[in-house]
C-alpha cells in the first residue's frame, strides 16, 4: 500500500511537471506576454525594461529552467493583476471553489443513490420511468443556460435569492444547485444501472434465502458493492467540476472561486497567476486519482493496486 | 409416515414473457416429512429449481405463482389468498444453498461478516458471541482454523469451500428444511463427494429434512429416501428410492436410469433418450414425454394424473411397461 502511494505520488509528480511546462510552452508560443501585459501606450524602453524584470529577455532553456525551480518552491511569481503573490492569490480564493464545489457534488451524492436505487427496484416502473426521464433532461441542459434561467427566475421574478456574489449562505444556493445537476443527473443513471446489475446477482438471492430485509439488502450488500464504481464516477465528476463546470458557474455567478479567477486572468493576460492556477488545478486532480484508487482498494480487497 | 413439515399441493408457477407466458411449474404436490430426504430430479427446464424457488418465496417479476400453494406445518406460505407470508420461516426454519458456490456470497463481505448476519437475525446473538457461534459454524462445515477464516474474504475460498461456507450459513438457524439446489453441480467430483458427505452427516446430526434438488441419479441414490422425478413442469413419478431404481414405473424415469453411465460397462455406447422436452409456452395438453416416449399410444394425448402405486405415485397410463427394451411396444 505504501508502496504503491509511493509510487503513485511519482508518476504525479511527473503529470503535474509535464502539465506545468505545456503551460509554459503555450503561453510563450500564444503571443508576446510583454505585448499583453504591458498597456498598447508602452514606450519600447519600458517593454524591455518590463521584459528584463520578468527574464523574459533570457534564452527559453534558461527562463524554463528558473520557472521549473520556482515550480519546485511553489513560487510562481506575483500576479501582475493582483500585484502580489500568484500562490497567494490562488489559496486565497480556492477554499470558495472547494465550498462551491463540496456544497453541490456532496447533495449530488446523498439525493442520487437513494433515487438511483429506488428506479432500480422496479426498472420500467412509474418511478423509474419519471427518474429516468428527468436525469435526461438534467443531463441535456448546459450550466451557463441553467444557471442564467435559475437567475432569472428565483432571483429577478420571485427575489427569493440573490443574482449573485459571495457571503451569506444565500449566495451559496443557485450557483450550488446549477453546479450538481449535471454530476445529479450522471450519478443517478449509474447507481441506478449498477442497482439494477446487482440485484439480479446470485449473493443477493443467497441474503433473501436467509430472511434479510429488502432494505438491509440494500443498504448492507448491494450498496457497498456499487461503491466501487460510484467512487471512480464521482472521482470523474469532481475533477471535471474542479478544471470545468466551476469556470462555467463562477463565471455566470460572479462567485469569487478559482474559475472565475482563471477567466480573469486569462483576460488580463496574467500569466504567473495563470500559471499558478493550472499547476494547482493538476495537483489536485493527481491527488484525487490517488485518493480513489485508495478508498477503492479499502472498499473492494479483490482490487491489486499496481 | 412421520411428521409432515412442508405441503406443497398443486403449485403452478409462470413467467411472463415477451413471447407469452410460460407456464413453467404445473401442479405439483409434494410433502417433505421431518428428517427425510427428497430427491427432486429432473433434466434442465424441467422446472425444479422454480420449485424450490417458489418454496422459498423467491420468485421475482416477471415470475408469478399462479395456483397452489405451499404450507408449513400447516401455515401458508405462499399461494392463493396469502398477502404477506409470516416471518421467521424462510432463512429460519426452511434455508437454502445454491447451485453456483463462486456467487454465491457478496465478495465485498467477510465470511464472517455474512455469517454474522445470519446469526444476529435468526439468534439474536451479538458482538463477539455472534463471531464465536460463526466460528462454531465454519468448525461445524470442517473447514479449520475458523477464527482467521471468519476475516477472509469469498475470493481468498475454493469453490469447495465456499459451498461449505453456504451451508455453514444455512444451518446457521438450526433450520428444518435444508433445499439444496443442485449443490455440487458446480464442483470437482471428489468436492462434490465430500460436500454430499458433510450434508448426510449434518442431516443425522440435527435431524434436518433435506430437498437435493440434481440431475445426478448417482447422487439421489446415494442421499435420498423418497424421489420425485419432474419433467416439463410436472411429477411424473414419485416414490421410495429403492422401488424406483429397481422398478421404475415410468418409461421417462426407466429412459433416465438407463442412460446414466456404468463403470463396469464402458464398453457400451452411452444410451440417450431421443428428442428434447416440450416449450412450456403451449403445453402439450396429454402426457408431455409422449412425443418421446416409444410405448405411447393413443389415451396418451389426455391429461395423465398421479396414480398411488404400491410405494409412491406414478402419471402414466403405460405405467409399469419396460418400456426400453426392443419390441416391448
Not at chain 1, 42 to 69: M, V
Not at chain 1, 114 to 131: C, H, K, Q, S, Y
Not at chain 2, 82 to 102: D, K, L, S
Not at chain 2, 297 to 313: D, E, F, N, S, Y
Request: proline content about 6%; glycine content about 10%.
Amino acid at each position: 500500500m505504501i508502496e504503491f502511494i509511493l509510487r503513485r505520488l511519482f508518476q504525479g509528480a511527473l503529470v503535474v511537471l509535464g502539465v506545468t511546462a505545456t503551460v509554459f510552452v503555450v503561453t510563450r508560443l500564444a503571443g508576446d506576454p510583454v505585448a499583453l501585459m504591458l498597456p498598447l501606450s508602452a514606450t519600447a524602453e519600458q517593454r524591455a525594461a518590463f521584459s528584463a524584470q520578468i527574464g523574459l529577455d533570457q534564452p527559453i532553456w534558461i527562463q524554463f529552467a528558473r520557472y521549473a525551480q520556482d515550480v519546485v518552491t511553489l513560487d510562481f511569481g506575483d500576479s501582475l493583476w493582483q500585484r502580489r503573490p500568484a500562490m497567494e492569490v490562488v489559496l486565497e480564493r480556492l477554499p470558495n471553489t472547494a465550498l462551491l464545489v463540496a456544497t453541490g457534488l456532496g447533495g449530488a451524492v446523498l439525493l442520487s443513490i437513494p433515487m438511483g436505487a429506488v428506479a432500480a427496484l422496479r426498472p420500467g416502473g412509474l418511478v423509474d420511468r419519471l427518474t429516468t426521464s428527468l436525469s435526461l433532461l438534467g443531463l441535456a441542459m448546459p450550466q451557463f443556460w441553467l444557471g442564467l434561467m435559475a437567475i432569472m427566475v428565483f432571483s429577478v421574478m420571485l427575489k427569493w435569492l440573490p443574482t449573485s456574489g459571495f457571503g451569506t449562505p444565500a449566495h451559496l444556493v443557485l450557483p450550488a444547485i446549477t453546479l450538481a445537476l449535471t454530476p445529479l443527473a450522471r450519478f443517478t443513471m449509474m447507481v441506478r444501472a449498477a442497482m439494477i446489475d446487482e440485484l439480479n446477482k446470485q449473493y443477493v438471492q443467497t441474503a433473501r434465502a436467509k430472511g434479510l430485509t429488502l432494505r438491509r439488502i440494500l443498504r448492507v450488500h448491494t450498496l457497498r458493492n456499487i461503491l466501487v464504481p460510484f467512487l471512480s464516477i464521482s472521482g470523474w465528476e469532481l475533477i471535471t467540476a474542479l478544471s470545468g463546470y466551476t469556470v462555467v458557474v463562477e463565471t455566470v455567478f460572479g462567485w469569487p472561486g478559482l474559475g472565475l479567477t482563471a477567466v480573469q486572468a486569462i483576460q488580463r493576460g496574467d500569466l504567473f497567476l495563470v500559471q499558478a492556477i493550472v499547476f494547482s488545478i493538476a495537483f489536485m486532480i493527481v491527488v484525487i486519482g490517488i485518493l480513489m484508487d485508495v478508498i477503492s482498494k479499502l472498499i473492494d480487497p479483490r482490487i491489486e493496486l499496481n | 409416515m412421520t411428521e409432515t413439515l412442508l405441503e406443497i399441493d398443486d403449485l403452478h408457477v409462470a413467467f411472463d414473457t415477451r413471447a407469452g407466458v410460460v407456464q413453467a411449474v404445473r401442479g405439483v404436490s409434494l410433502t417433505v416429512g421431518r428428517g427425510e430426504t427428497l430427491g427432486l430430479v429432473g433434466e434442465s427446464g424441467s422446472g425444479k429449481s422454480v420449485t424450490a424457488q417458489a418454496m422459498m418465496g423467491l420468485i421475482d417479476v416477471p415470475g408469478r405463482i399462479s395456483g397452489g400453494t405451499v404450507r408449513w406445518c400447516g401455515t401458508p406460505l405462499v399461494g392463493e389468498g396469502v398477502r404477506r407470508a409470516p416471518r421467521n420461516i424462510w432463512g429460519r426454519e426452511i434455508t437454502m444453498i445454491f447451485q453456483n458456490p463462486m456467487t454465491s456470497l457478496n465478495p465485498l463481505m467477510t465470511i464472517g461478516a455474512q455469517l454474522q448476519e445470519a446469526v444476529r437475525l435468526h439468534l439474536g446473538l451479538r458482538g463477539a458471541a455472534a463471531r464465536t457461534r460463526a466460528a462454531d459454524l465454519l468448525n461445524a462445515v470442517g473447514i479449520s482454523g475458523a477464527a482467521r477464516r471468519l476475516d477472509q474474504y469469498p475470493h481468498e475460498f475454493s469453490g469447495g469451500m465456499r459451498q461449505r461456507v453456504m451451508i455453514a450459513m444455512a444451518i446457521a438457524s438450526e433450520p428444518r428444511l435444508l433445499i439444496a439446489d443442485e449443490p455440487t453441480t458446480a464442483l470437482d467430483v471428489t468436492i462434490q463427494a465430500q460436500i454430499l458427505e458433510l450434508l448426510a452427516e449434518l442431516q443425522s446430526q440435527l435431524g434436518l429434512s433435506i430437498i437435493l434438488i440434481t440431475h445426478d441419479l448417482g447422487i439421489v441414490a446415494g442421499l435420498c429416501h423418497r424421489v420425485a422425478v419432474m419433467y416439463a413442469g410436472q411429477i411424473v413419478e414419485t416414490g421410495a428410492v429403492d422401488t424406483m431404481f429397481e422398478q421404475p414405473a415410468h418409461p421417462y424415469t426407466q429412459g433416465l436410469i438407463r442412460s446414466t453411465p456404468l463403470l463396469d460397462a464402458c464398453d457400451d455406447r452411452l444410451v440417450a433418450i431421443d428428442g428434447t422436452p416440450p416449450g412450456l409456452l403451449i403445453p402439450p395438453a396429454g402426457c408431455a414425454f409422449q412425443p418421446r416416449c416409444p410405448v405411447a399410444t393413443a389415451p396418451c394425448g389426455v391429461p395423465q394424473v398421479l396414480t398411488p402405486t404400491g410405494t409412491g405415485a406414478v402419471a402414466c397410463c403405460r405405467a409399469g411397461i419396460d418400456a426400453w427394451k426392443v419390441g416391448a411396444a
